[in-house]
């Protein structure tokens, strides 16, 4: 079992950045592959980045290619989510999420594990 908690969401203006991270709980956290995913109102939970077990594997949905960065210190059982030059679009609940696959998952339903969601809010 993988709990998933996130923080650093908030209220931005257009422009600006934010950093989020996820805290996971468990001794096999190096083991996963972590992703973020977004879920805007009236809108499907879509994939933002993922990371493999090692940090060298990353994808990035096109929206957010050269904006935002994905990592993780597996010695601190974290994955964070750097989001540089912010769009009134990006506004969402951003979703931590952990699968026990081998290789980086781009689809929620490969997700194991999930955290609660916190709101980014990116005003014009």
């Known amino acids: 079992q993988v709990q998933l908690v996130e923080s650093g969401g908030g209220l931005v203006q257009a422009g600006g950045s934010l950093r989020l991270s996820c805290a996971a709980s468990g001794r096999t956290f190096s083991s996963y592959v972590m992703g973020w995913f977004r879920q805007a109102p009236g809108k499907e939970r879509s994939i933002v980045a993922t990371?493999?077990?090692?940090?060298?594997?990353?994808y990035y949905a096109d929206s957010v290619k050269g904006r935002f960065t994905i990592s993780r210190d597996n010695a601190k059982n974290t994955v964070y989510l750097q989001m540089n030059t912010l769009k009134p679009e990006d506004t969402a609940v951003y979703y931590c999420?952990?699968?026990?696959?081998?290789?980086?998952?781009?689809?929620?339903?490969?997700?194991?594990?999930w955290g609660q969601g916190t709101q980014v809010t990116v005003s014009s």
């Open positions: 990371i493999n077990w090692t940090g060298g594997t990353t």
């Open positions: 999420a952990a699968s026990r696959a081998s290789v980086v998952r781009t689809i929620a339903g490969a997700y194991d594990y």
